[in-house]
């Protein structure tokens, strides 16, 4: 049984879930205020200039709920769509200012482009889900993998990892150790892992005061796979370009990234299994040979299903872990892993000033019991980490 903290307050996702608002238009531009607000603002001029416009336009907001109406993601899912578009026409006016080649105002283009494509808009946003697939996240998973490789090394377990991402995506986070990260604070680089000849090159920045242990006795990774109810082919250009266009336009060195991680993956791609959280997990769990220790991960995945479906996925990995030891990570809002302990205030104001607040969250199953943790808050997409978790004190919370 998931034992449950007590409710959030009302902010983004008690808007974003259509509780506040009356009306599908109040919704959508709440949405996008929040959105400005919360991620935007000093993060991606170009995005936050747009959404803030939206918010604004009643011709746009009823388009885009026509689009797709009841989701609760359909601002970042509207944007991505006309990215799309924005990525299709590259000699563009609004692609160049996506590419930062100049300055100027991308509202009015970007508005004359929702109006004069709406049907390839709506078929978009029909048929596609974001899939940010954000590869900076990498640097928070490798320390919290690392974590839970000090505790197998105490427990005298030396297996090496299975990873298995739920809404992989491209699969690109279960690369995660072919890539190279730097965790520094001001001009101090405090620890770093992974390949330093990697094409991706990530740098993570830390706050806080607690002392950061770095990737230092990280077991490898030997297996890896993902399952998704739409998985990204990275080999098909449609699919490769709908990456892109998930990635928000104007924030340094997130395209290369990107590109980089995707010609890692196809010269040696992980396994993903089109398929259903809750349906298909326990499957793909039972097929984890005893050798390896496997890890569950999803990093802003669980706030795209219900809260019944994210509960039933825990219920799943503790079915699991009764039996067979397994680790479950989470970086997600905190009210889409209730099951993670809340922070205090002190630990949630390291992260107010930028970005949604994303808690990883560690909840592991060692000889039938099980613990649980707030190992860290961090940047959306991997900016910035501040770090909790003592792995060799950690507080126990049985299922």
Known sequence: MVRLRPADSP?????????????????????????????????CP???RIARSIAEDDEILSLITEHRPGSTRTAVLALGATHDLVLRDPDSELAAIYRGENNDDPWPLFRALIIDNAPAIAATMRTRTTQTNEVGRSANLLAVYASISRRLTRHGD?????????????GLNLLADRFHVEYFAGD??????????????LRCELRGTTSFPGL????????????????????????????????WPGVPDRPERLAAAIEIARHDPPVLHHGDAVQDLGALLDSIPDHVFPIVTSTWVL???SRDARLQVCEIIDR??????????????????????????????????????????????????????AAALCHPHGRWMAWFDNDSEMEQRHG
């Open 188 to 201: 101090t680089v405090i620890g770093s892992g992974g390949d330093p000849a990697s094409r991706v090159q």
């Open 303 to 305: 706030a795209y299903l």
């Open 11 to 43: 902010r983004r996702a008690d808007i974003l879930g259509g509780v506040s608002a009356a009306t599908r238009i109040e919704e959508l531009q709440a949405m996008f205020l929040v959105l400005a607000d919360q991620d935007l603002a000093g993060y």
């Open 216 to 247: 230092a006795g990280m077991h490898p990774i030997a297996d890896r796979s993902g399952l998704d109810p739409a998985p990204i082919d990275i080999t098909d250009p449609d699919d490769a370009r709908w990456l892109r266009a998930c990635v």
């Open 320 to 373: 699991f872990g009764e039996g067979r030891d397994i680790a479950f990570v989470t970086g997600e809002a905190p009210s889409s892993a209730p099951w993670v302990p809340e922070l205090s205030t002190d630990q949630l104001a390291l992260g107010t000033d930028d970005g949604t607040p994303t808690v990883f969250g560690l909840r592991m199953w060692l000889d039938g019991r099980c613990h649980t943790s």
């Open 158 to 170: 030396d297996r090496p990892l299975a990873i298995i991402e739920i809404g992989p995506s491209a």
């Open 46 to 48: 170009i995005y936050e």
